[in-house]
């Protein structure tokens, strides 16, 4: 067994674990009343998606650094050694699930000395450089390997060398045996759950994770994607925001020619997470009240003459959308970096599902959004916000935000946007963030908010827009929201008066428009160049963003977070 080197010492590491800065998110306790309240079968259920869920995870680790795996077997065995040093790295590998990864306060956090986090992640060879990379793939396109250079550049390989080519192997067959023994533990829920529909998903899921065919997941999507009154949530998803090598391609022209005269779309790697729940009935009738004015919101978004989206306005919009209570969220799905997601929309536009007729759903996350210090978040209020707007701050009105995000991912140009490259996933975000916006005035007409949950969503969303540092520009979720601070800056959406953040109410709507419009442009021409441009134009940290940056980290010292799955770890060895 290889033998590693811990990358932080003592000090850092107690600190790093230390409650002060490290936030736990936790999933449903095993004695939850929404566990104990469901049917025998479903119970019995839940047993096998916890595990198939933990199965996923040990194979993302592997999609994601190439010594994950190794790295866990060394830390177990320190461990057993009585290696202090080793318990507390253990607590930030399983937080991060992994040994890479970025902070709270967007620093590169690495635990083994000398393993960096790599463009291709774990899903190309470690020693490839995007000029290697570049080079190769010109080389097999000249030489007439059309066909494999289609199965390196799809979202489902993992690539290796090979002489001095690269293959494309696709990830059923590259692990094979872990999805084999998913698909076992899902065809078992399936046999017990009380749920016709939910089984008729389970078993096309575990199908699709026996072969290696891309049509069988987008059967499988196609029917979770119409899942609504369902008990149990079980999720596959498939993102992929860390595959950080495929998106270089278009960079070189020449070779993004070349592709594109054999008809090949250079689509980055997906990463793996599972996510298994509870549907909380309560919360998913509220998320409800938003689909009716779906198709009126397609119509009104910029240029939606000049393209084809998810949501058609002339027929019942295709989303389904639930409230989850946790039980597990394991793989790319459940990494603590820098952040965890509130919720999901998919399957992503790049899936095949959607081409065959699917539709989307979105997943909320309870346990997540949860805030567990109050107090904490006062003092946030009183150090950042004019205190006349203490009273349109509510908690509850950024998930009300989150809604109009997850959403706004269903509206707008329909293709996948590989051609704007590392660029594609801040645009897209910056998107649905600013569509969240843009129509809170008009869902307030239509009667979806009161004029006080007007005020309040706009409030609560430039208040929580300010972070506690500067991102990299691979965190596109943080990115897009430092364009956004400083493009609202500049328009007058805001004010930093003694130090304090004014929102300017009436303003931000009609700016958040102009944005949307601008995002929009970029994402039916999709030119990498002018995605650039526009990014690195409005990606820039000002001093008012330091100045709340500064306060915001006095008040809140978090570096890490991890999730904490009683319910899960009990039925796991159950």
């Not at 902070?103 to 490839?128: F, H, Q, R």
């Not at 707007?389 to 509510?394: I, S």
């Amino acid at each position: 067994m290889r033998e590693f080197e811990f990358n932080l010492s003592m000090e850092e590491l107690e600190k790093r674990t230390h409650k002060d800065y490290l936030m736990t998110k936790k999933m449903l306790k095993a004695d939850a009343p929404e566990y104990l309240e469901l049917a025998d079968g479903d119970k019995e259920a839940l047993k096998h998606l916890v595990k198939a869920a933990y199965i996923l995870e040990k194979i993302n680790m592997q999609l994601d650094c190439h010594h994950n795996l190794e790295f866990k077997t060394f830390l177990d065995k320190e461990i057993a050694n009585g290696n202090k040093q080793a318990e507390l790295t253990k607590i930030l590998f399983d937080a991060q699930k992994g040994i890479n990864a970025i902070d709270t306060m967007s620093n590169k956090i690495n635990l083994a000395k000398g393993i960096v986090e790599m463009l291709g992640k774990g899903v190309y060879p470690e020693d490839l450089s995007k000029e290697e990379f570049h080079s190769i793939l010109t080389k097999m396109l000249n030489e007439g390997e059309i066909e494999e250079v289609k199965r390196i550049l799809t979202q489902r390989s993992v690539v290796e060398r090979d002489g001095e080519y690269l293959k494309g192997i696709d990830y059923i067959d590259k692990f094979k045996d872990d999805f084999s023994k998913m698909a076992d533990e899902i065809e078992k829920a399936s046999e017990v759950s009380t749920n016709a529909d939910f089984n008729e998903y389970l078993k096309l899921q575990a199908e699709a994770l026996r072969e290696a065919d891309p049509m069988l997941d987008a059967y499988a999507d196609k029917k979770w994607a119409t899942l609504q009154d369902t008990p149990l949530e079980f999720t596959i998803t498939r993102e992929n925001y860390e595959d950080e090598m495929t998106g270089t391609i278009v960079e070189n022209k020449e070779l993004s020619q070349a592709l594109e005269k054999h008809g090949i779309s250079p689509i980055p790697k997906d990463f793996l997470g599972g996510r298994v729940g509870i549907v909380n009935k309560k919360g998913t009738e509220a998320l409800m009240a938003i689909k009716q004015y779906l198709p009126t919101l397609a119509q009104n978004m910029p240029f939606c003459d000049e393209y084809e989206q998810n949501i058609n306005p002339n027929q019942d919009a295709k989303q389904t959308m639930v409230d989850v209570d946790l039980i597990a969220v394991t793989g790319d799905v459940g990494e603590y970096r820098g952040g965890i997601t509130l919720a999901e929309n998919l399957p992503n536009d790049d899936k095949l599902s959607l081409t065959i007729g699917g539709g989307r759903r979105n997943v909320y996350h309870r346990q997540i959004r949860f805030i567990s210090d109050m107090k904490k978040l006062q003092e946030r209020l009183d150090e950042i916000l004019d205190k006349e707007q203490h009273q349109y701050y509510l908690d509850e009105a950024d998930h009300w935000f989150t809604i109009g995000h997850e959403n706004a991912h269903s509206l707008g140009p329909k293709k996948a946007c590989e051609t704007l490259g590392k660029y594609r996933n801040i645009i897209e975000e910056n998107k649905a963030d600013m569509g969240a916006l843009a129509f809170v005035d008009l869902l307030t007409e239509l009667g979806m908010y009161t004029s006080e949950q007007r005020k309040q969503i706009i409030v609560t969303t430039i208040a929580d827009n300010f972070l506690k540092s500067k991102p990299t520009l691979s965190q596109a979720h943080r990115v897009r929201t430092v364009m956004q601070n400083k493009y609202f800056s500049e328009r007058g959406a805001y004010d930093i008066i003694d130090g304090k953040i004014h929102v300017n109410i009436d303003k931000v709507v009609p700016i958040a428009k102009e944005m949307l419009a601008e995002i929009v442009r970029i994402q039916i021409e999709g030119d990498f160049e002018k995605a650039e441009k526009y990014v690195l134009d409005n990606f820039i940290w000002t001093d008012n963003l330091e100045l709340i940056a500064q306060k915001l980290q006095k008040i809140n010292k978090t570096l890490n977070g991890r999730t904490e799955s009683e319910l899960a770890e009990k039925l796991l060895k159950e």
